[in-house]
């Protein structure tokens, strides 16, 4: 069983990309615990709420790998990870929590969403400016090349960025 992980700055389609390859390998996707969190409470949020956000993405991760796992399905889908959350956290403070550090439950492929999509504002983005995006892009590409993980960076719109996610997975796995 493998754990894909979609990564990238806000605004690059990962939540749509994932639902479609959800569809197409007929696998779970795990949503993103820090869009359900900030719907409910507000984004003025601290270092110890992007602990919790990561902690608990991470819990939610490691469930549906065991369901995967359990049901013999050869792939389960991360919208996100404690990864992308610590990058959040570089970008809001430019540090962050020791926690972070200590994660190292990484998925087997990272999909590195490139910021050629357009900016979306749905209410609880923040880095519209493209000076932003390209610092976060960088931030992201940094972090996965930090920690050593596997990733393939998808580009392009609709089903080109959907035909370059495909041949990643399919390609992908060291």
């Known amino acids: 069983?493998?754990?894909?992980?979609?990564?990238?700055?806000?605004?690059?389609?990962?939540?749509?990309?994932?639902?479609?390859?959800?569809?197409?390998?007929?696998?779970?996707?795990?949503?993103?615990?820090?869009?359900?969190?900030?719907?409910?409470?507000?984004?003025?949020?601290?270092?110890?709420?992007?602990?919790?956000?990561?902690?608990?993405?991470?819990?939610?991760?490691c469930a549906a790998a065991a369901r995967a796992a359990e049901l013999g399905s050869p792939l389960v889908l991360f919208d996100t990870d404690p990864l992308i959350t610590e990058v959040w956290a570089q970008m809001m403070f430019g540090v962050s929590d020791p926690w972070f550090a200590s994660f190292d439950g990484y998925a087997d492929l990272y999909l590195l969403l490139d910021i050629d999509l357009p900016f979306v504002d749905d209410g609880l983005r923040v880095y519209a400016q493209a000076e932003d995006r390209r610092h976060f892009f960088n931030l992201c590409k940094a972090e996965l090349e930090a920690r050593g993980v596997h990733y393939a960076l998808v580009r392009g719109k609709g089903e080109a960025r959907f035909k370059a996610a495909l041949d990643a997975i399919r390609n992908g796995f060291p």
């Open 1 to 61: 069983m493998k754990r894909i992980c979609l990564h990238g700055p806000e605004s690059t389609g990962k939540s749509t990309l994932a639902t479609r390859l959800a569809a197409h390998f007929a696998c779970e996707v795990v949503p993103e615990y820090g869009r359900a969190y900030c719907e409910g409470h507000g984004t003025d949020i601290g270092m110890a709420e992007l602990v919790h956000i990561g902690q608990a993405q991470d819990a939610m991760n």
